[in-house]
């Protein structure tokens, strides 16, 4: 089973600042990497598939990369709206996996 | 504009089973697959299990093989999980999730609102 990592467990940042989260994989993804966005209370809510594909509705404060086994994702700055915990899947290889989540929190 | 909508939440005994249900609506049920991801309290995602919505193929995480049971009604768009022998630790909001092809090795482009899961004697 791949495991995902996330870097850090909690990032403490002000409204307006950068926020950069990191994604490393225990085998190579090739770009089989997404990212999730959830609030308190909700479902999770797609914002990246295939390492840096942005889905639909999501502001282009946030951008993703990375390949193989690295990946970032990056709000570039912070609106009140993105304090939240974020996730990493990989569909690379059977089971499906997540990473245990970046808290950005205020 | 897709929507899975889940039944209510649920209270369960130590060994018992439950029922969690998912109403699709806004596209082709048959088209895509569907999962099950779990999330204990103030846990991460665990994914649990996919079903093919129009051939009915399943595909259980070892961690819940003989224990959980995905079916779909098409005629509904409804898909169901059963998840039998309940223990303390299966307490969490269960969530159904679209796959975004009809296989089980996808990323989830739309989800359920959760269903809360209480095991407790």
């Known amino acids: 089973e791949i495991v995902l990592t996330q870097s850090p467990a909690t990032l403490s940042l002000s409204p307006g600042e950068r926020a950069t989260l990191s994604c490393r994989a225990s085998?190579?993804?090739?770009?089989?990497l997404a990212w999730y966005q959830q609030k308190p209370g909700q479902a999770p809510r797609l914002l990246f598939s295939e390492a840096s594909s942005r889905a639909t509705g999501v502001p282009a404060r946030f951008t993703a990369s990375g390949s193989e086994t690295d990946f970032t994702l990056t709000i570039s700055s912070l609106e009140p709206e993105d304090f939240a915990v974020y996730y990493c899947q990989q569909r690379r290889r059977w089971p499906v996996s997540f990473g245990p989540g970046t808290k950005v929190e205020i | 504009q897709v929507h899975l909508v889940q039944s209510g939440a649920e209270v369960r005994k130590p060994g018992a089973s439950v029922n969690v249900s998912c109403r699709s609506s806004?596209?082709?049920?048959?088209?895509?697959?569907i999962s099950w991801v779990r999330q204990a309290p103030g846990g991460g995602l665990e994914w649990m299990a996919w079903?093919?919505?129009?051939?009915?193929?399943?595909n259980y995480a070892p961690k819940f093989q003989g224990r959980i049971k995905l079916s779909t009604d098409t005629s509904t768009s409804t898909a169901y999980m059963e998840l039998r022998s309940l223990r303390s630790d299966d307490t969490a909001i269960y969530f159904c999730?679209?796959?975004?092809?009809?296989?089980?090795?996808?990323?989830?482009?739309?989800w359920g609102q959760g269903t809360l899961v209480s095991v407790s004697s």
């Open positions: 079903i093919n919505a129009d051939k009915g193929d399943t």
């Open positions: 085998q190579s993804l090739g770009n089989y």
């Open positions: 806004g596209y082709t049920f048959t088209n895509y697959g």
């Open positions: 999730a679209r796959g975004f092809r009809n296989t089980p090795l996808v990323n989830f482009d739309s």
